[in-house]
């Protein structure tokens, strides 16, 4: 935002109230210098326990490495900065190289206890928990929080099981600004939505805990929500005394500018750390926060071009239509003329008085560089997951093929009949796969050896430690099971190949969340080369 306009911004001064039925909030304290934001709330949504992300990825987005450097750049210009977090923020899925959640919770409960040392280093201030924070047990969350430097609000779900929904408020001095925090989790299973009489208990509870937090003198208050959209915006639009909502409970990757649900603005940072958001605050009135943000603008003006264009495309095509009503047509040219002069306004920057905000979502991509210190915290858990499950796994085999069926015998086995192919492979991504988790000791991370070895977990496969000749997306990852087709190779009919993989199969490993380029056919079609699915060049 340019100087002179955060200036002209920040010169105004309402004195104002609330809406009809609303109660006057306590006077806001002005910004001693106009360029300089009194606050800055920077916010994740929905974690889900992810400390970096799958680099499998085209543009792998996140890291809790990377979110550290950002932060660390906020905080660089010394405006009061406050951390929150809403949703899932220590748990999501289960890996999906465990069968069960037992084989899971060292892996997993290791991996929280790294994520809440980082967070409690980042000066993470609060955050609402979500239902996949109970994966492990209220226990284990309990273990959790009593290390955390962090508020929780709330802690964890009521006594209630009818009734698992709470609120919890927390007021914090920030600046010389009064800053209250409402936390408000559902803990309810995803797609959950509260009925009438629940949704208006928790209304009553959460507006009980605002009015409390205005009462000690909060003079902004900060709404972080834990459950699906729908709920959120509704409870959000209800709310009497709410600043902003951090919305958090929403299994989507979007972060849409900000929005409005009643007086709150409501703000979403995506999902798995992918990125932050980053919302200035600049108190100048007693007035709703206005949004002044280039995002917002950005994007409004792109909506509004839009319905300029297309309505200039029909009046021209309407001005060469004999048949059109002539005084039609110049309503048309009118309503034209009003869209251009409001594009023109909309265009302008933006001149608000009284309390303003500007939203920025900042995505952590591999530009970002990671912050060293926090990078060797991920790392040491890498390493200690790896040396564990080496050896907790070591008794842990694959299920027997049944009797007469194929069982895989890996790529090697292949090679004597099918050596340009075998070639190709070796040369190929898939025949590297093994080998990138063991440059970074991953190889028997449940999250990952999945789909970096074949067969896994399938009758005559492999397992997270035996694997042997079956490392790397072999030729059996897409053909099939080869032991009855190498023992026969003429039976074909007794041992059946699979020529074209399906989709499907493709998909059990290129899912969008570790192959975001993933499109069958195209991919297919790459893999059909001299040797493989192509006639081998002559010798």
């Excluded at 906020?74 to 069968?99: N, Q, T, Y």
């Excluded at 048309?332 to 905000?357: C, D, H, I, S, V």
Aim: hydrophobic share 40%.
């Amino acid at each position: 935002m340019a100087r002179w306009v955060l200036y002209a911004l920040l010169l105004g001064s309402l004195s104002g109230s609330f809406g009809c039925g609303e109660r006057e909030r306590p006077p806001a304290v002005r910004v001693a210098s106009q360029a300089r934001p009194a606050l800055r709330l920077v916010a994740l949504t929905d974690l889900l326990g992810y400390l970096e992300p799958c680099g499998c990825q085209s543009r792998p987005l996140g890291g809790i490495d990377r979110a550290a450097a950002k932060l660390n750049a906020l905080k660089a210009d010394k405006v009061p900065l406050l951390f929150v977090s809403a949703g899932d923020l220590l748990f999501g899925e289960r890996p999906e190289g465990a069968s069960n959640d037992a084989e899971a919770a060292t892996q997993e409960t290791w991996k929280a206890e790294t994520l809440v040392d980082i967070l409690n280093r980042l000066g993470l201030s609060a955050a609402a928990p979500g239902t996949r924070d109970l994966n492990y047990g209220p226990e284990v969350l309990a273990r959790l929080q009593n290390s955390a430097k962090f508020a929780w609000l709330p802690a964890g779900p009521a006594a209630d099981p009818a009734k698992p929904e709470r609120a919890a408020g927390w007021l914090s001095n920030l600046g010389g600004v009064k800053v209250g925090v409402v936390g408000v989790s559902l803990f309810a299973p995803a797609g959950s939505e509260l009925s009438g009489e629940r949704h208006k208990a928790l209304l009553a509870q959460t507006q009980a805990e605002i009015d409390r937090l205005r009462k000690q003198g909060a003079q902004l208050v900060v709404g972080l929500v834990s459950m699906d959209q729908r709920s959120g915006r509704r409870l959000s639009a209800n709310l009497h005394g709410l600043d902003f909502t951090v919305q958090g409970g929403v299994d989507d990757a979007a972060s849409p500018a900000p929005s409005r649900a009643g007086d709150a603005v409501v703000l979403r940072a995506g999902y798995q750390g992918q990125g932050m958001l980053v919302v200035d605050l600049y108190l100048d009135g007693h007035t709703v926060f206005a949004d002044v943000s280039e995002w917002t603008r950005r994007e409004q003006n792109a909506a509004l071009k839009a319905r300029v264009d297309d309505l200039a495309q029909r009046v021209a095509a309407w001005e060469h239509d004999n048949a059109v009503d002539k005084a039609a047509l110049a309503e048309q040219r009118a309503k034209l003329t009003e869209l251009r002069t409001e594009l023109t306004r909309a265009e302008a920057p933006a001149n608000p008085q009284g309390n303003a905000f500007s939203a920025k979502f900042e995505a952590l991509g591999p530009e970002v560089a990671a912050d060293r210190q926090i990078a060797g915290l991920v790392d040491a858990y890498d390493a200690r997951v790896n040396d564990h499950n080496r050896v907790a796994f070591a008794n842990v085999m694959p299920p027997p093929a049944p009797p007469g069926a194929a069982r895989y015998v890996g790529s090697a086995a292949c090679q004597s009949c099918h050596a340009p192919a075998y070639a190709w492979w070796t040369r190929h991504p898939h025949g590297k796969a093994y080998t990138t988790l063991e440059a970074v000791h991953k190889q028997f991370n449940l999250s990952c050896v999945g789909c970096h070895v074949t067969g896994y977990g399938k009758p005559g496969g492999s397992s997270v430690v035996h694997n042997a000749g079956l490392t790397h997306v072999g030729c059996e990852s897409c053909h099939g099971p080869g032991s009855l087709h190498v023992a026969k190779p003429s039976a074909a009919a007794q041992a059946p190949i699979t020529k074209a993989p399906t989709e499907a199969t493709c998909k059990q490993c290129h899912s969008p969340e570790h192959s975001d380029l993933f499109e069958y056919a195209s991919y297919v079609a790459r893999l059909r080369v001299p040797g493989h699915g192509l006639p081998a060049p002559a010798p």
